[in-house]
Every structure is written in structure tokens, then in C-alpha cells.
């Protein structure tokens, strides 16, 4: 994704046909149009590389796009446009409280030449200004977000208590490597616990996996690392 230029923008679209008339469209701008299925892959792709034009959100097949707004938000100073063909005046006002700079009907961007150099301009400098926040972890079809106490998996909210949160934030923050049991059962349940309780990690950790499981049961993130700890690692594509 690093060959991307300024000229591409990210689509959060499901629809590959509305998303290829779109492409067209976009194309007699000189821009490329860099379709991904769910929020969790923008955001994702967004927190790692921030060389694109802008977002645009078509709302009619990412329906739930208001859950990861906020956290998409958080990651990027980009413009965010959001499509749809089911426009109210309430839901641009939330949309707009969450972090986008603009919602309305589908090719209302192009006709009203929104997408020009100056507004873009405008929308990039107004949220670089904002203060700094604590970054988003992402790894495969998963997002944390720290500043939010929030776990979306493929776009989904997967509840989880304090203790699992902490425990699944160390081990992301981990970047790959193993997080000893005494560092994990340290940091999250303090030091009057010691190294004969791991059974209370081993049952968190279990939880999580399971939880993970329900929405991505074909990808296996935290691995055992058996007597010493867990690894937070992107499956193998």
C-alpha cells in the first residue's frame, strides 16, 4: 500500500458495481478510487499509511459506519465524505458530530466540486490542529482504540470487560513479540498476584480468543507461547 500517491482515495464500499461507476467518475479527475469491504480495513490501512486524497463512506452498503466513525476519525486528519442515497438531516448532523466533513447524496462531491484542491485543503488543516491522541492498534480484522475503551472486530462491537481489554491492548502493543505472563498478570492485576496465578490469565485469555473467534473463526491472533506467554501475530494470508 506505500506505492499509493496523493491521488488515491480509499472507498469503503461492498458494492463492486456501484463502486466501479464511481471509478469512472472519479477517473475524469485524475483520481484512483481504492475499494476495501469494511471500516476496519480503511482504518487499518489509514494508520499505517496516510498517503491518500481523502475517504469516501457509501453509506448504503456500510450501513453501520456511524459505530467506527469516531475511531476512524482519531486515525487520520484526511477528509472523510459519506454517500448516500438515504439522506436525512439527522444523520448528517451526527455524521458531521462524528468526524465527517461532509454527507450527502451520491455524486453531490463531483457536481459541487468539493473534492477541489482548496476545501481539501480547508478539511486536512482543520483536524490536523486537533491534540494529540493516544494511537489506534489494528492488527488483521481487529481495532482497538485506547482513547475509547472500544474492540471492533470486522467492523463488529465485541464487548469486552476491563481485564480483557488490558490483557488484549498489552499483547497488541506487544508488536509481535511475546508478552511474558509476569509482565501481563503485573501490569493488569497488580503485584500482590504472582506467577501461581497464571490460571486467572490463562481464562482471560481464553475469553478473548473466544470472543474473537465468534465473528473471525478462521484466524487464530494470540499465540501460546507455553510456559512463557502470548503473542499477538497477524495470521498468515
Partial sequence: MNGKTMNTIIAVDKDAD??????TEWADYGIEAFRV??????????SHNGNYLFVVINEDTIPDFMLTLRIMRDVTSLPIF????????????????YGADAYDHFDAYIKNDVIGELELLKMQTKWAKRPAKP???TGGDIILSPL??????????TPLTKNEFDVLQCLMSGNGHVVTHSK???????????LKNTDILWRTVERIRRKIAEISPSEE????????GYRFSLPLK
Fill in 82 to 97: 459519506v454517500i448516500t442515497s438515504s439522506y436525512t438531516i439527522e444523520k448528517k448532523l451526527k455524521a458531521m458530530d
Fill in 221 to 228: 491472533y494470540i499465540e501460546i507461547e507455553r510456559g512463557v
Fill in 18 to 23: 456501484v463502486h466501479a461507476r464511481q471509478t
Fill in 184 to 194: 501481563l498478570i503485573r501490569k493488569i492485576w497488580g503485584s500482590k498476584h504472582s
Fill in 135 to 137: 494511537p489506534v492498534l
Fill in 37 to 46: 469491504d469494511t471500516m476496519t480495513e480503511a482504518i487499518n490501512l489509514l
Fill in 148 to 157: 475509547r475503551r472500544c474492540v471492533l472486530i470486522k467492523d463488529k462491537l
